[in-house]
């Protein structure tokens, strides 16, 4: 009989749950106390619906199913960002700013390999109708702080602007197949392809100059005010640049400025941005830990003109980070294991109820067995103590165990009293 699970999710045991959980309480604490509020978006929706979000890139990578009444093609949550677009769009009182947060699970397909998660977790924030560049410094001094919660410290955070993009396209008039391929170049850094797409366009030096160079700018603020001096003639390139100049001075406002660095050549995997983007990493660790960005046009998608910015923490990649370095200690215990050798168990039962009326978690054995199997049954289970009663042919006595040898004998009513 088969009893698998799909390749590209997992179940998360007492201990994994306990962890993660501990990351998004943790991370929660920032986000309320930033003034977002939580709020909870349905697991599916219709396809046609959510889909209108996000380009083709996630569009194909969505879980499809059919609802049976209607014939309507469903699909699980594949972004959250897209979910909040088309609610705020649905309500009839747009109050301005909003500031919402929200975890759950996305579901993205992707060849199954290794780790590779169809169902991931995310924590994000999406801060809606404001279009200064103060909102998008906001969100970044909500994740790093976040992350200081946690006691990350050495995060960095790549900060790009998408508008460059869409004015290299301008200034070189690319079709929308042209800006697909060169985008693709982009991504995969590659240098020779972009000299050789751009070599017959006639446009000035110095802009091909730029465009060729882009996969490679990265660096510190410097590079971004070379940048200027270098692209003086282009006033819409210039406008970009100092847009991430100014995020650049809010963030050394928060005090944060030295954990950013700047990457033209990052585009991003939604087509939903449309100006000041960022990723989140750990330096010691390869994969993201969270991503984020403007989406001035998304809410308009489904109805209202209205800009917003937001992020979201990829959660199992700073948990799978957490472990490795050595940096998650959290695991909820469970206080009390009542183990009743006594034929009556009223004494279990009397305890328990005591314990837990005093908001102790308190678990009984139930099961019958040796003694010895029960106690080690109990602190493998995560019971920080065991209470064992009836050890030496007395209810009065009972025996308080905090590890496999290390016990305790007390008098049954001095126990509960002193509790
Ligand atoms: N929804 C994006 C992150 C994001 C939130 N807000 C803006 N961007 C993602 O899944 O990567």
Redesign the pocket.
Known sequence: MNIDIPAGVRVYNRIETSQIKYIQDRISEIFERWGYEEITLPSFEFFSVHSRG?GEE?ENRAFKFIDRNSGEILTLRA????Q?ARYFASLKKKTVPKRYYYSGD?FRYVIPKADRLWERK?M???LIGVKELEADAE?IAVAVQSLENLGIKNYQIDINNVKIFDTVKDLLGLDRESFITFMDYVRKREVYSIERFISDFDVEDRLKEFVVRIPEIQGDITVIQNLKEELKDFPELIKSLESIEKVYNILSDYGISDRVIFDIGEP???S??TGI?FEIFIRDYSRPI??????DSLISKYDGNIP?????F?LLNIWEYMKLSGRIHEIKKKDFFIIDLTREKRSAYRIGKILREKGYSVGRDIVKREFKKSLEFAFEEGYSKAIVIGLDSTEKDIYIYSSMDSFEKLNLEEFLRKI
């Open positions: 996000f996630i972004d959250f960002t897209s909040i996305i995310q994000g924030v999406e969100v991003k995997e939604f939903y941005y983007v969270g991503q984020g960005g403007r989406y917003a910015t937001g992020f979201a990829d």
